[in-house]
């Protein structure tokens, strides 16, 4: 490989580094973006430019249908379906990165007869399985995000040793593999377990935990990346393939914790049984509802207002309003506050994409760590389609399908309003018992037009 080509494949990586850095705020995150994108550009010349094997044309010609189909489905996709989207992608890049290995492996293989070294066998072994891997896996989930499974976890007897069984018998398939380099047979094999590994880990998980599971493929999928990369002995590859893979975990991590789960649950599989639409038959809490007037009133007379956003913001496409709300509230001088739950909508990040949308200010979206201790001395909480992440269960009943995860203390300010359609549940489907509580007050409607007449009513005071 010639030095120009090593040069762009080392300016576009630090690109990638500094893009992703640059994601850490909202402010830059659109920059980084850009800048990750232009990397990717280095990179895609730089390859182009060496290939021999396939002419310019058909490489443009399928760069030309991809972006197309990429372009079509991302335009289009709907802000709440997003998370499917991403299993989406993230089951493709497994699965390119399993044919790019197994194709790899056949050409060494077959038709070239060479012996196969030990680090590029190891190398295919890797791509094949994880691709595998992130490929069934990620179609399982992205069939139960989009409702054409159900979503919640499917598990049976044995369910762990049978997993166990398939990844050992994969090592040995792949021992086998590379000592006789001569028949792909095994190879094969190797293929099938790992995609029956994929379908078996992903479907005992239930749906509220599915953020961990997609979070932990798009990992998969740059892990899966990285050992491609170390096939086609393509540096950019590697270093792009180890971000993605690196990143993801963090992230894993970071959503594990947000929702109570060890790192070690999910790589086992199989958790998430007991969340996850669940739906529990408890006693329906009895609700104290506020008109628009009312709450007008309230707004007016507070100086302190955290404000909480969920899934049913994203719903209502609240945001602008929110924002017209918030000004509005600090033109009267209340110190106005937004309170972030780490899992708040339904992907990570979801609720900081909305409100930077709506352009307010990322100063005033406080993560859920360091605003939870504010509530207590908060004169009013303005809930805004948020149900789950404001669970005092979570907190105090045992028995709760949502036991343990981190909530947004919410309920310990002095008056909370919530601002939702009805008395549906939240993705967990579970009674939501701060509904109830003397200090809440429901404000029925949807968001949006909700808070477009509470902003009208708040100007006429
Ligand atoms: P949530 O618990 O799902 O509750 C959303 C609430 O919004 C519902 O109770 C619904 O009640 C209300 N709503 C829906 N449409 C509305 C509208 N147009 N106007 C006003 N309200 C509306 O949401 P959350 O508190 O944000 O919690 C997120 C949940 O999703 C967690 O359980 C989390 O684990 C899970 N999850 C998160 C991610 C992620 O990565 N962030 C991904 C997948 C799942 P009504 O029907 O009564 O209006």
């Not at 499917?84 to 390119?96: I, R, S």
């Not at 949502?402 to 008395?423: E, H």
Request: with cysteine; hydrophobic share 50%.
């Amino acid at each position: 490989m010639s030095i120009s080509i090593q040069f762009a494949y080392l300016i576009a990586s630090i690109l990638f580094v500094v893009g992703i850095k640059m994601l850490n705020r909202t402010k830059t995150a659109r920059k980084g973006n850009m800048v990750s994108a232009i990397g990717m550009f280095i990179a895609i010349l730089a390859t182009v430019v060496q290939v021999d094997a396939i002419s310019l044309v058909d490489i443009l010609i399928c760069v030309v249908i991809g972006s197309g189909i990429g372009l079509a489905i991302a335009t289009k996709v709907e802000m709440t379906k997003i998370p499917e989207m991403v299993a989406l992608f993230n089951g493709f890049g497994g699965l390119a990165s399993l044919a790019v290995a197994l194709s790899d492996y056949w050409l060494n293989s077959q038709v070239r007869l060479l012996e196969v070294d030990s680090i590029m066998g190891i190398s295919v072994a890797v791509g094949i399985f994880i691709g595998g891997i992130t490929f069934s896996g990620s179609m399982i989930a992205f069939l139960k995000l989009n409702g054409r499974i159900s979503g919640r976890a499917i598990t049976f007897k044995g369910q762990h040793p049978i997993n166990l069984v398939l990844l050992i018998t994969a090592i040995v398939i792949t021992v086998i593999a590379l000592m006789n380099t001569s028949d792909p047979m095994f190879m094969l094999i190797l293929v099938g377990i790992s995609l029956l590994l994929g379908i078996l880990t992903v479907i005992p998980i239930g749906g509220a935990d599915m953020p961990v599971v997609i979070s932990l493929l798009n990992s998969y999928s740059g892990m899966a990346a990285c050992a491609t990369g170390f096939v086609l002995n393509n540096n950019v590859l590697i270093v792009s393939g180890a971000l993605v893979g690196a990143s993801g975990i963090i992230l894993t991590q970071i959503m594990c914790k947000a929702m109570n789960r060890s790192l070690v649950n999910v790589l086992l599989g199989g958790f998430g049984q007991t969340s996850g639409q669940v739906t529990d038959d408890g006693e329906q809490v009895s609700v104290k509802e506020v008109g628009i007037e009312e709450a007008a009133q309230i707004f007016d007379s507070v100086s302190s207002l955290i404000i909480v956003p969920g899934y049913g913001m994203a719903v209502a496409q609240a945001q602008h309003a929110v924002r017209e709300l918030s000004e509005l509230c600090e033109k009267k001088n209340i110190s106005v506050k937004f309170a972030i739950h780490p899992v708040a909508g339904r992907m990570p990040g979801h609720m900081n994409v909305l409100l930077a949308e709506a352009n307010i200010s990322y100063d005033k979206l406080i993560e859920m760590d360091d605003i939870n201790d504010e509530f207590a001395t908060t004169d009013l909480v303005f809930v805004i389609g948020a149900n789950d992440v404001v669970n005092p269960a979570a907190r105090t009943n045992p028995a709760s399908p949502i036991y343990g995860m981190p909530v947004l203390n919410a309920d310990k300010a002095q008056t909370v309003i919530v601002s939702k359609r009805s008395m549906g549940k939240g993705y967990a489907g579970i009674e939501n018992e701060l509904f109830g509580y003397d200090n809440c007050l429901m404000l029925f409607g949807d968001a949006k037009q909700t808070i477009t007449k509470l902003v009208n009513e708040i100007k006429e005071l």
